[in-house]
């Protein structure tokens, strides 16, 4: 009997625009695999890297496997084969896979992955990382899939959710996804705060279901198995489904934020947060976006606040002197431009007074000054009561010391819900006997 060896499988950038879906391979390849008594020592990890790269197809996701095996090279080629076959090259999919037997992940990877959350990394990076370590991969097109592939098995969590990802049958690919709306809001009331922005009660909006070719129905996200079990019990479609499975994520963390922003990171598609003071009055524009700067540590930086955000009616309320500290993406400069941050979220630290010179009020009429003329000062025409000068009047500031994220439906995958805010998920153990993967009947 051959020793058990852990295998780490990961593989990213087998769908297209037009097509497939990475986390529907992993659910293929758990599929077979646990049709060959595989032991499996983690969730499926489902990883959402910096957001911002232009040529990402949905939500820059990559997947990795945690597995105990005694036939790892059997495994290695099955997967090489399902990889090559639900990979959409055809419509521009750059599949990379990566494999490394143990259990313990060496720094390099962990390295590795903590930049792809922020940063653009060259994929000639990631094919010298996996011949310097002597890994076994396997990409196809140019290689872009080897980034998410070994970042997915670098990646280490300090919070995590968990999103159960409900997938069609093959005849259903591309059709119009049809699901009751009262019950998904009727989920979301019986579920909160266990799962998280899956209806938009202002608008009426369903979020859980993608609007794209792809093989997915529904994602629900939450805290622990339990309650996306019981979320699907609830859903209600006419549809008839092939099977979900539940992955261990970073979605809802807001984990690509970490880093800060500075003259030096302040790179083209590069997420990050950085404090500062408003040094310019915000700009709206004709189409409702505001564009304000950001003195910090004697650099400033253009920041950007789109309308469908929500969050636009914030920004035009900072005025200068106001602290906050805010966090997104770096867009590359324009012509009219320099690189920009678009906002993700505004944190508000302190306020300015927001003063107003006025003229002055009398104090036995209490009634407004008039003005002498220039530099004569001002008096009051009931009395004839004198001041030299104007008086200042605070105006109360619309907005306050607080966290503004963006309304529900503008969030992006990794964008902390305010129900998250302050919680860090720690405590979820692996228990392969729980309803983690499910393949319904035929």
Same mark, same amino acid.
């Given at each position: 009997m051959n020793k058990k060896s852990v295998l780490n499988i990961g593989f990213d950038d087998t769908d297209s625009p037009t097509g497939m879906c990475t986390t529907f391979l992993a659910y293929k390849i758990v599929d077979l695999l646990q049709k060959q008594e595989t032991e499996f020592l983690d969730f499926p990890k489902l990883i959402r890297f910096n957001p911002n790269?232009?040529?990402?197809t949905r939500g820059n996701g990559a997947v990795s496997l945690k597995i105990k095996t005694n036939q790892p090279s059997k495994i290695k080629n099955q997967i090489k084969n399902l990889v090559s076959k639900y990979s959409d090259t055809e419509n521009g999919a750059n599949p990379g896979l990566v494999f490394f037997e143990s259990d313990l992940i060496p720094?390099?990877?962990t390295k590795f992955s903590n930049l792809a959350l922020w940063q653009l990394i060259n994929r000639n990076n990631a094919k010298k990382f996996v011949k310097k370590n002597n890994l076994d991969f396997y990409y196809e097109g140019n290689g872009q899939g080897l980034i998410g592939a070994i970042s997915a098995i670098g990646y280490d969590f300090n919070d995590h959710t968990l999103e159960l990802l409900s997938y069609r049958k093959k005849r259903r690919f591309g059709k119009k996804r049809i699901i009751s709306t009262d019950s998904v809001k009727k989920m979301q009331e019986e579920t909160f705060p266990y799962t998280f922005n899956s209806f938009d009660t202002k608008r009426?909006?369903?979020? $859980?279901?993608?609007?794209?070719?792809?093989?997915?129905f529904y994602g629900v996200r939450g805290e622990n198995v339990d309650s996306l079990v019981t979320a699907t019990q609830i859903l209600q479609s006419d549809e008839k489904l092939d099977g979900y499975m539940i992955f261990k994520s970073n979605q809802g963390t807001g984990d690509h934020l970490k880093n800060e922003l500075n003259s030096e990171t302040m790179k083209p598609y590069a997420s990050g947060t950085l404090i500062g003071t408003v040094s310019n009055i915000p700009k709206i524009t004709k189409g409702g976006h505001v564009f304000f700067t950001i003195n910090s540590k004697n650099n400033e930086f253009w920041c950007a606040v789109y309308k469908e955000t929500g969050m636009s009616t914030i920004a035009s309320n900072l005025i200068i002197g106001d602290k906050i500290s805010v966090g997104g993406g770096v867009r590359k400069a324009s012509k009219n431009f320099p690189r920009i941050i678009n906002l993700e979220? $505004?944190?508000?630290?302190?306020?300015?007074k927001n003063l107003s010179k006025t003229n002055p009020i009398c104090k036995k009429c209490k009634k407004k000054m008039k003005s002498k003329g220039r530099n004569q000062g001002f008096q009051c025409i009931k009395c004839g009561a004198k001041n030299l000068k104007k008086t200042s009047l605070e105006i109360p500031r619309q907005i306050k010391k607080q966290l503004y994220i963006p309304k529900i439906s503008a969030h992006r995958h990794l964008t902390r819900p305010l129900q998250r805010t302050?919680?860090?998920?720690?405590?979820?153990?692996?228990?392969a006997s729980q309803s983690w993967f499910c393949v319904y009947e035929k």
């Open positions: 790269i232009p040529w990402k720094s390099e990877f009426g909006r369903v979020l $859980i279901t993608p609007h794209g070719p792809d093989p997915v979220f $505004i944190k508000i630290i302190s306020l300015k302050g919680k860090t998920n720690k405590t979820t153990i692996f228990d």
